[in-house]
């Protein structure tokens, strides 16, 4: 399926420079001529990415992106302008917007910047952690080591989550206990090695090496290799 862009900009040339440019690489695109139409589509139709001009008629390209995140729609935006102040840098990136190119820009520019918007927007929808054959649904909570589901508690879950999410990296007692209570739990750290030894029993089931390490005097480390 191919990805589908948006381009709201009001010189016509402009916009159809960048649609044809776009259709040649296989993107779907539409085209708004203000920002009144623009945002509309924007909040009916789901997009992949928006190409916004800032100076447009009826709505502009600042307050197209904030009321467009203000609905919560999180479509990347990249915002077109042919201001070059750092201020306005700075307002067109604080409404919302995700990249900022002037004009004039070449349209390999465009085009290598709208790549990456992409690649970012499918990193984050990755939803799991992996470690070897150790494998968390950061939507679902499920764990599964080859295949087969692992039943955890609610701390054992959220602890595991953490060691994972920082992966080669040793984390300390007191990091775990400030990540698993919300309250300030002072020298009860010894808690947490009751939930690693409970973890390591329901995950080390046939690996040789433990996932867990114990680094000592620091902490505890989750490796991938
Ligand atoms: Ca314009």
């Known amino acids: 399926m191919s990805m589908r862009i948006l381009i709201i900009e009001d010189e016509k040339k402009v916009a159809n420079f960048i649609k044809k440019g776009l259709e040649e690489e296989f993107y779907a695109v539409d085209v708004a001529l203000n920002g009144r139409d623009g945002f509309e589509l924007a909040s009916k139709e789901e997009y992949d990415l928006i190409v916004l001009d800032v100076m447009l008629p009826y709505i502009d390209g600042i307050t197209v992106t904030r009321e467009l995140r203000k609905k919560e729609i999180t479509t990347p935006i990249l915002l077109l302008t042919v201001k070059e102040t750092i201020q306005d840098k700075i307002i067109g990136l ?132």
């Open 94 to 225: 604080d409404s919302g917007a995700d990249d900022y190119l002037t004009k004039p820009f070449a349209f390999e520019e465009l085009l290598a910047r709208i790549r990456a918007l992409l690649r970012r927007k499918e990193q984050n929808k990755s939803i799991g952690l992996k470690i070897g054959d150790l494998i968390l649904d950061l939507q679902s909570h499920n764990v599964k080591i080859k295949d087969k589901e692992i039943i955890l508690t609610p701390k054992e879950y959220s602890i595991l989550e953490y060691l994972m999410r920082n992966k080669n990296r040793v984390v300390s007692r007191t990091k775990l206990v400030e990540h698993v209570y919300d309250y300030h739990f002072d020298t009860e750290t010894n808690i947490i090695d009751v939930y690693i030894n409970k973890l390591r029993s329901k995950i080390n089931c046939d690996s040789s090496k433990p996932l867990i390490q114990t680094i000592r005097g620091a902490g505890y480390m989750m490796k991938d290799d």
